[in-house]
């Protein structure tokens, strides 16, 4: 199994109601992919961090294997909710994939 998890920062010049929306959106778009890419096992998108947290949200997927991630990456689905919905808002993103 490979595991993808993503924390991103949202751009500052959003107010915390419209960072509230955003999250929402990106939280709504991202685990509606479940069940429409093969390979993708799991996906749970969390948006409440502590105070102690510098990310506002943070990406957890779970795939059978690499080749199932690199499909994802490149499924349409996938590349209309991260146009749409994500990178629009986001300015910095970290990304760690490994093999469980």
Request: glycine letters at 6%; aromatic letters at 6%.
């Amino acid at each position: 199994m490979v595991r993808h998890v993503i924390l991103w920062q949202l751009k500052e010049e959003y107010s915390e109601a419209e960072k509230e929306t955003i999250k929402t959106e990106i939280k709504s778009g991202l685990e509606g992919l479940l069940g429409k890419i093969p390979g993708l096992l799991s996906l749970q998108v969390q948006t409440e961090g502590l105070a102690s947290s510098n990310a506002d949200l943070m990406l957890d997927s779970s795939f059978t294997d690499k080749d199932a991630l690199k499909g994802y990456a490149v499924h349409p689905e996938h590349v209309k909710v991260a146009e749409q919905k994500v990178r629009p808002y986001t300015k910095i993103r970290v990304c760690m994939d490994y093999e469980q």
